[in-house]
């Protein structure tokens, strides 16, 4: 992969933080159902993820396995009844392990007006308190957001809350109804104290 502007991640520690595969299915009919959604939603069938985005969530339930449960079944979410279902990149565990849900190659359903850009990131807990206070979800939470943005050289302005995402340049909605569509997870205070512990963890230049 050619890093944008050569990018490593240096106070994260060398290399990507200990990631653990749990795909969930992605057959030919989901990744179709994708390539449909990104054609009503942002006007053309892809389904190749260019990250310029990063969305932290929180999930809203009490651990990985309930959060992995939801997203794996291919059936219309409860929210918006599209398909295909909702998911996200990545999870923060209840013990602090990052699991790969989806590969950040190819585009998931996590953010409204987002979905075309962003690389969406859940964490198990009800709270954003559940994770700014718990030490090792937050730890492995920095450590995986700081490598994906160093990797896809993403501006920590551009790691962002649910909540956030109305006010994001790369917001983008053809949907009438859902041009204002957004989640409470991650408020604006909380992404601030989030966004601060990140910016300790620095990318440089390659040399």
Same mark, same amino acid.
């Given at each position: 992969m ?7 991640? $240096? ?8 990631i653990v ?9 989901r990744?179709?159902?994708? +390539? ?24 809203v ?18 929210e918006?009844h ?26 998931c ?26 030490r090792?979800r ?9 490598y ?15 909540s ?14 859902? +041009?204002?569509?957004t ?11 989030? +966004?601060r512990?990140? $910016? +300790?963890?620095?990318?440089e230049?390659?040399?």
């Open positions: 050619i890093l944008a502007a050569a990018l490593i991640v $240096a106070a994260a520690g060398a290399g990507p933080p200990p595969e749990r795909h969930i299915p992605m057959p030919a009919k990744k179709g159902e994708m +390539r449909a959604y990104s054609k009503r939603h942002y006007g053309k069938p892809r389904l190749k993820l260019t990250p310029k985005v990063i969305v932290e969530h929180i999930a339930a009490p651990t990985a396995e309930s959060v992995i449960n939801t997203f794996a079944p291919d059936h219309p979410d409860p918006l599209e398909l295909p279902n909702v998911c996200s990149h990545y999870l923060i565990s209840e013990n602090g392990k990052i699991l790969e849900l989806v590969s950040p190659r190819i585009r359903r996590h953010t409204v007006g987002l979905n075309h850009v962003a690389i969406g990131i859940e964490h198990v807990g009800y709270s954003d308190g559940d994770v700014l206070h718990n090792k937050l730890r492995a939470s920095l450590r995986l957001t700081a994906l943005r160093c990797t896809y050289g993403i501006a920590i302005r551009n790691v962002i809350g649910h956030e995402s109305l006010s994001s340049p790369y917001h983008r909605e053809r949907v009438k109804r859902l +041009r204002t569509q989640h409470g997870d991650w408020s604006a205070k909380s992404m601030r104290v989030y +966004r512990r990140l $910016a +300790r963890h620095a990318c230049a390659a040399g």
